[in-house]
């Protein structure tokens, strides 16, 4: 394609457009250009059409989602609809939220190069450009590594080199940090601010708002149910964004909140030291005999009335940990207690109705051919009457705010909402335990806090377990923190004595964050950890 390099690489103008299936336009009327060179961030809470200014941008619309489209989208130039997939795709990179959506390679090399090679580029180009784009992003060592063993955030980080190794001039991030521990993200963004500078245009659409702020996106775009709320400066957004859509640095929201309602919050989880539910006593384990071990001797004891926020970076075993709870993984040594009784004597369909475990990624859970069924497949299967199947997966959708999209099909709904899906269909099966991996991934600010308000206060959990790259979810609602690091418990206690250990926080690659340090701060007056919008109402 050949590029005009004096044009404006980006330019919408009067961008519409509404799908086939839905009544109401996605996006009104957008209109803003991205210059090169520029980062522009994009907020907003989920649904507010981000994701569909995306489609339009790399041609997935109108091409694979069908519907009415009016206004101009140009790059470099040249109106985007008259460009072929190859010539778009050379220009126009992106990154979706969900990298199990992404990746088609069974190994990485093969990976970041299937893009490469339908250009039909030499075998010496394709290694040459496949290498230099790993050892940019600083994960050569992963090259020959098969994409199946991946963690979640090394999966992100091998779609964003398939991306970048067709060298784009335009980049979409599409919530680029949703599978990233917190040091990882602090990387990836002074990678994309790096991009930037070099002179690529990046299109960041983000709900972790604080985290982005911080590498000085140029423009922020603020979008509210698909129209264009603020285009500006970052500073101009403090003052317009809602703060119970979109998450701002802990300090504005306690100021903010100072004129409003104090929030009320109370957990129907109570603490309860004597039952022990699950135990972990020198447990190791391993995939392959041929690879090293995952998790190194560990020893760990829920209770009940425990509400725990697992912690650490990525790869370093907290997924294969909670997944030895449900009985998905045996020991390689040592043994899983669930409520006394091994789970190598248990089949997981009895341990299911103890443990009720929300995977990290949606696409591993769902398959039903709506979202209704989804949700009655669990109890069903737990031999639940038909009227308690319905009453629970009511109240399941009305936890998660799904209520409307009871006969959409799962599998074509966003990465966020299916999110939300695979959510409530654990919560449906009401298990008396909890674990959700990464229940915040994809998600806006309010969709989470309500879910996780709604179910931290609805009865029947004997304990919940999250696990999380988002500090301020364990700040807000755990009880205790658990600091997962190279396969071995770093520490274990209540988050206001865990967390205050900075030292130990950045060797666990766990990042601390605007609403940790005013917690701590004000932690002699309070007592314990607060949201910023109870701070407002507690501190002097």
């Known amino acids: 394609m050949d590029l005009n390099s004096e044009a404006i690489p980006l330019s919408i103008q009067n961008l519409t457009f509404r799908y086939h299936i839905r009544e109401q336009p996605a996006i009104r009327n957008l209109s803003f250009d991205l210059h090169r060179g520029e980062l522009l961030l994009i907020a907003g809470a989920s649904g507010c059409g981000k994701t569909t200014l995306m489609r339009c941008i790399n041609g997935l619309i109108p091409r ?3 519907g009415e489209l009016d206004g101009q989208i140009t790059l470099f130039g040249r109106d985007a609809r008259a460009l072929g997939m190859a010539d778009l795709s050379q220009t126009v990179g992106t990154l979706l939220q969900d990298p199990e959506r992404q990746i088609v390679g069974s190994y990485v090399l093969n990976e ?5 090679e339908n250009l039909e580029l030499s075998r010496e180009e394709i290694l040459q450009r496949v290498d230099e784009t790993l050892d940019y992003l600083g994960i050569l ?18 779609a964003l080199a398939g991306a970048l190794a067709m ?10 940090l949703a599978s990233l521990d917190p040091a990882s993200a602090q990387e990836a963004l002074a990678l994309f601010r790096r991009l930037a500078d070099e002179g690529v245009s990046v299109m960041l659409v983000e709900h972790r708002v604080e985290d982005a702020l911080k590498i000085g996106p140029d423009t922020v775009l603020y979008m509210d149910e698909g129209e264009q709320v603020y285009y500006g400066d970052a500073q101009g957004l403090m003052q317009v964004v ?16 100072k004129s409003a309602p104090p929030p009320t919050f109370m957990l129907a989880i109570r603490p309860d030291s004597r039952d022990p539910l699950v135990t972990f006593e020198d447990v190791h384990f391993r995939y392959d005999s041929t690879l090293p071990e995952v998790l190194h001797g560990v020893a760990l004891t829920i209770r009940k009335g425990d509400v725990v926020a697992i912690l650490g970076p990525n790869g370093a075993g907290k997924t294969t940990l909670v997944k030895h709870t449900l009985g998905l993984l045996k020991p390689t040594q040592g043994r899983v207690l669930l409520e006394g009784r091994d789970t190598r004597e248990m089949t997981i369909a009895h341990a299911a109705k103890t443990v009720g475990y929300v995977f ?16 009655a497949f669990g109890p069903r299967n737990l031999r639940y009457d038909e009227e308690t199947i319905r009453r629970n997966v009511d109240l399941a959708l009305q936890t998660v705010n799904m209520e409307e999209y009871r006969d959409s099909p799962s599998l074509a709904l966003s990465f966020g909402q299916q999110k939300r899906i695979s959510i409530a269909a654990i919560l449906a099966m009401r298990s008396r335990i909890l674990m959700m991996d990464e229940p915040t991934a994809g998600q806006d600010y309010w969709n989470y806090m309500a879910f996780m308000d709604a179910i931290l206060q609805m009865p029947g959990f004997d304990s919940v377990i999250f696990i999380t790259h988002d500090l301020d979810l364990a700040v807000t609602y755990a009880n205790r923190v658990v600091l997962v690091h190279d396969g071995r418990i770093a520490a274990d206690g209540p988050p206001e004595e865990v967390l205050r250990d900075y030292d130990l926080l950045q060797r666990c690659r ?8 005013l917690n701590l701060e004000v932690l002699p007056q309070t007592g314990r950890f607060m949201r910023a919008e109870m701070l407002a109402h507690v501190v002097a």
């Open 64 to 66: 694979s989602y069908r």
């Open 112 to 116: 970041v190069a299937f893009g490469l």
């Open 141 to 158: 060592e992963l090259r020959d590594r098969e994409t199946f063993g991946l963690s979640g955030g090394e999966k992100q980080k091998v």
């Open 167 to 176: 060298r784009p001039r335009i980049l979409l991030l599409d919530e680029p």
């Open 242 to 257: 809602d703060y119970h859509k979109v998450k701002l640095p802990a300090p504005i929201v306690m100021e903010r909140a």
């Open 360 to 375: 990290q990624s949606p696409s591993q859970m769902l398959f039903a051919p709506t979202v209704e069924d989804e949700l």
């Open 510 to 517: 766990v990042v601390p964050t605007s609403l940790l340090a």
